[in-house]
């Protein structure tokens, strides 16, 4: 009986010894699992510093103001240049079709309309929509 006994509290002390030594193996590993994640973490955390200081200095309006004055050679809008939502066409004739050699419609362009400037400077004055309130109305205060 007490063999017995001996050998079953031998066998339990082997399984707890085995038992404590694989979790404290586990921890281990799980441990340097969770050291290589924090570290990603803070390798992300410094590249999107980075990306945000590289998109504010991409978004710079002087900046970009400097790039559209070099590359773009934009002009000031003239007033001729401006129309009426009248001079828009309507939907029936905003597109030509194309018709290809097998009688298809194979693309379509924009039906040309007459430019603003091409109509005499009192007549494009006249079609433009001015809504806000001149100057000499409010007595020079907005």
Same mark, same amino acid.
């Given at each position: 009986m007490t063999r017995a006994v001996t050998i079953i509290g031998l066998l339990m002390t082997i399984?707890?010894?085995?038992?404590?030594?694989?979790?404290?193996?586990?921890v281990e590993r799980l441990e340097k699992r969770y050291g290589e994640i924090q570290?990603?973490?803070? @390798?992300?955390?410094?590249s999107i510093h980075v990306l945000e200081a590289e998109w504010s200095y991409l978004n710079n309006p002087e900046r970009i103001e400097r790039l559209s004055k070099e590359y773009l050679s934009l002009a000031q809008i003239e007033v001729l240049q401006m129309a009426s939502i009248d001079d828009l066409p309507s939907d029936s004739d905003m597109h030509q079709y194309r018709i290809n050699k097998f009688g298809?419609?194979? @693309?379509?362009m924009p039906t040309p309309r007459a430019r603003p400037g091409e109509r005499a400077y009192a007549e494009a004055a006249e079609s433009m929509i001015i809504d806000a309130p001149s100057v000499a109305e409010t007595g020079g205060v907005q």
């Open positions: 399984l707890i010894g085995a038992g404590t030594y694989w979790v404290s193996h586990e570290s990603d973490i803070l @390798a992300e955390q410094e298809e419609a194979v @693309a379509f």
